[in-house]
């Protein structure tokens, strides 16, 4: 990694002072100082240093404030270090991920300098083999295509994290994506079915299959996000499409075809869900979403998705079934949620306007093309919809205007939201991103944000497919 300073290495430090470095990308990996002795050479008190890492300016420039999130502190990249001898070279044993260096000199009795601040990065995608993007591209869509690559990078480590810095797991929503994005460029997918394997070998004693797994402790239990967990059989259709590996399919589509049973048992007779769902539904991080609407149409898209998958693998008489119950929950939930009048898909008993019940009515083919379109265009109109937070949903809505043939406003999209990141800085894509409102976080404090996570990269998925 470069550094972008220039005269650091020759400036005296003494107690109080404080270097800032800008490594000039991001990179996750470990970083080593060389310190020596400046001045007269003279000291008799360890060296008390303090480093904090940021993936963005803020978070080494603003390191100081109170803390307020409502995740763990721990999560703050943060390291104090004492060297008792000087000169000391010092490798950080902590995986960091960042491109700016804060480094507060606390306690020293002397004057010390710098002599060199290193970074060896990792990865477990290989540039070499990613292929060059689509000839064409104008300078703003080959600068959101190379941040998205760049961002896949970071987030291939032993397991496809959501994000390196934080939370530095498998999650299987970011999975999904990740793999699109894999498929047209690192296409590792080795790496691909070792996480649908630890996915699959961390299921609760109901079979459910975890939201998230580590790869080296065990699963996050509390972590349970059911919609997630219907995604597990549309990654398998899509890991087999992309790849063309049928036997980790074939392996785990009856687990995929479990998901679905657990689900199926929650739904009351009139097919709608509990009042109070048993586990936790994500969609988006938006407090206030009503996710019933999205949450029962990505239950018939999985449906739907498993039933492809069947007949892919020869299991036709299960496709069939699926395929029905799937025609019978499109038509419940066209009564209970789809408003003709208004051509919008309602959710809950307050018949909340967003987004995600629009984008997911149109993937699960509850609505007819012409119908998406409406519901598509009218909700961007729509003064009180709830609208996303996140490229994850953000992503959702691009799959859903190009299943619709809406593909001039979906380049749009990229250009505005993902493209308005580039034009911030990005280097690699953020976890959350609201236009206008610079630090809003899900989790009360900016700084926990990711600022490169997995479920961002998507762009490039599109651009190296549908770009012509």
Known sequence: MERAATNWRDASRRRGDTLYLDFGRHGVGMVTLEIEPHGDGSYDAPLRLRLVFGELPAEVAEADLPYRGGLSQSWIQEEMIHLDLLPDRVMLRRRYAFR????DCLAFSGSFRFRNVTADTVSSG??????????????ELAAIDRVG??????????VLEDGPKRDRRLWLGDLKLQALVNSVSFRNFALIERCLYLLAAATDDAGLIPGCVFDRTIAARGCDAVDYALLFGPTLLDHLELSGDR???????????HQLELVRR??????????????WVFIDHVNTLNREAAYIATYIYSLRRNAELARRLGRDAIAVELEIEAAEHSRRARNCFYDETSGLV????ERQLSFASQIWFTLADILTPEESIRALTGIEVAPDAVRPVSPYLWHYMLEALF???????AWQLIREYWGD?????ADTFWEVFVPGEMKFSPYNDYRLNSACHAWSCTPSYFIRRYFR
Do not use: K
């Open 149 to 158: 690559i760049a961002t896949l990078h970071s987030c291939m480590q032993n």
């Open 247 to 257: 036997s980790c399919v074939e392996e785990l589509f009856d687990l995929a075809l």
């Open 100 to 103: 700016y260096l804060r480094i």
């Open 126 to 139: 290989n540039y070499a083999s990613v292929a060059p993007p689509p000839p064409g591209l104008d300078v």
């Open 346 to 349: 309602t959710s809950g008993t």
């Open 266 to 279: 929650t739904f009351g007779a009139d097919g709608r869900l509990p009042q109070q769902p048993q586990w």
């Open 421 to 425: 990141m580039v034009r911030y800085g």
């Open 403 to 409: 299943a619709c043939g809406m593909n001039e406003r």
